[in-house]
């Protein structure tokens, strides 16, 4: 879920204070930079703290900034779990291409094939959205989260179903149609989740834990149970919210409800390798993921969009991919290649906004990345 914002150790080595190598290789060229950008983050979003994870053949190099617990004055602990939010959709959509690939759904088919009578309304006709559309958020529904209250601990704890979620999106005018423009919306990966459940008759969490979680290994990864599962399994840092004039601390809130656009639970770690094996052509055939990695312009930043990923060229030269997540609580960033992948947590959505920000989660990226 993108919520709209404000904005195993086996050599000791020889590192900066806040930076803990994980294992003997893929460190950086300049770790102290990279701390300092850190650093720097953490001051400018205004967040109480940070975890990166860079991963380079097969190894990890982890570094905290700030508090994970306000309370307690405690650092992130190692390989943190945290709600990773929208970066499940790219668990999500690559499910979709496995099917593809299966030959059980067509890209370019229109959704009402497989989900009858569900995309109707001024939001959009399932006859002439298609399943691409979805996943590439060309769909021109509108997203959901627009008439959400996202700034209360009250309205956090709310529950809703998927299907009154996905009509509080048909419901309204359709942006654009579809395939001619670009708009963010949750709602076409609660509809892709939908799909993949009307195809397998199989819950979408059952099927990303079989087809994905389970055969990578990602042993930190997993999608809660809502309303059985709110509390973060294993170690976390604490999640916080500004709000009632304050900092709200929300960790045992699961503001997603197990939905198919940002439910999942991950660490750095498990998000790095899930991203290199996806890139590496592991999760899904050759011919899948470069359906993945067909993009169209973002207008509003450097990004390219494709189906479920996020691509973009760092300072470097270095063609990164990615997607991010926010969801009330915590913020993620990455960018990978097949062979590297750099992921940053805050355990609070930036609490400022603008350029900066941006300016320098992509300085980290770029540095990370660095040839």
């Given at each position: 879920?993108?919520?709209?914002?404000?904005?195993?150790?086996?050599?000791?080595?020889?590192?900066?204070?806040?930076?803990?190598?994980?294992?003997?290789?893929?460190?950086?060229?300049?770790?102290?930079?990279?701390?300092?950008?850190l650093d720097q983050l953490v001051r400018d979003a205004g967040v109480p703290g940070a975890q990166l994870v860079l991963t380079s053949d097969g190894h990890d190099v982890q570094l905290t900034s700030g508090v994970a617990d306000t309370t307690t004055g405690a650092v992130f602990p190692d390989a943190a779990r945290a709600r990773i939010a929208s970066n499940t959709k790219t668990f999500v959509a690559s499910v979709v291409l496995q099917l593809v690939a299966e030959n059980r759904v067509e890209l370019d088919a229109p959704v009402a094939r497989y989900l009858p009578g569900i995309v109707t309304g001024p939001?959009?006709?399932g006859n002439r959205v298609t399943v691409r559309n979805l996943l590439q958020h060309s769909s021109g529904i509108p997203d959901y989260l627009s008439r959400m209250d996202l700034d209360s601990v009250e309205a956090l704890t709310q529950s809703h179903s998927i299907s009154d979620l996905i009509r509080l999106g048909l419901d309204q005018p359709t942006a654009f149609s579809p395939g001619t423009s670009f708009e963010y919306s949750n709602t076409n990966y609660l509809l892709a989740g939908?799909?993949?459940?009307?195809?397998?008759?199989?819950?979408?969490?059952?099927?990303?834990?079989?087809?994905?979680?389970?055969?990578?290994?990602?042993?930190?990864?997993?999608?809660?149970?809502?309303?059985?599962?709110?509390?973060?399994?294993?170690?976390?840092?604490?999640?916080?919210?500004?709000?009632?004039?304050?900092?709200?601390?929300?960790?045992?809130?699961d503001p997603n409800g197990g939905l198919p656009d940002g439910a999942m639970v991950s660490t750095g770690r498990d998000l790095n390798r899930f991203f290199i094996a996806l890139l590496s052509g592991t999760v899904v055939p050759p011919a899948q993921l470069a359906e993945m990695q067909r993009t169209v312009a973002d207008p509003h930043s450097p990004d390219r969009?494709?189906?479920?990923?996020?691509?973009?060229?760092?300072?470097?030269?270095?063609?990164?991919?990615?997607?991010?997540?926010?969801?009330?609580?915590?913020?993620?960033?990455?960018?990978?290649?097949?062979?590297?992948?750099?992921?940053?947590?805050?355990?609070?959505?930036?609490?400022?906004?603008?350029?900066?920000?941006?300016?320098?989660?992509?300085?980290l990226v770029d540095e990370a990345m660095r040839p």
């Open positions: 879920m993108k919520w709209p914002i404000a904005v195993a150790a086996v050599l000791v080595l020889a590192v900066p204070a806040g930076i803990g190598a994980c294992a003997s290789g893929g460190i950086p060229k300049s770790p102290t930079r990279l701390q300092a950008l939001g959009g006709d939908q799909l993949i459940e009307r195809v397998t008759g199989v819950a979408v969490d059952v099927e990303v834990a079989q087809r994905i979680i389970g055969p990578l290994g990602l042993h930190d990864t997993y999608w809660p149970q809502y309303p059985i599962d709110s509390v973060i399994r294993g170690p976390h840092p604490r999640a916080y919210l500004e709000a009632d004039g304050g900092r709200v601390d929300i960790t045992d809130i969009i494709g189906l479920g990923l996020f691509g973009r060229t760092t300072v470097s030269g270095v063609q990164t991919w990615g997607h991010g997540g926010s969801i009330p609580g915590f913020y993620t960033a990455n960018g990978a290649t097949r062979a590297r992948a750099v992921t940053i947590i805050l355990n609070q959505l930036p609490t400022e906004s603008g350029p900066g920000i941006d300016d320098v989660i992509a300085a």
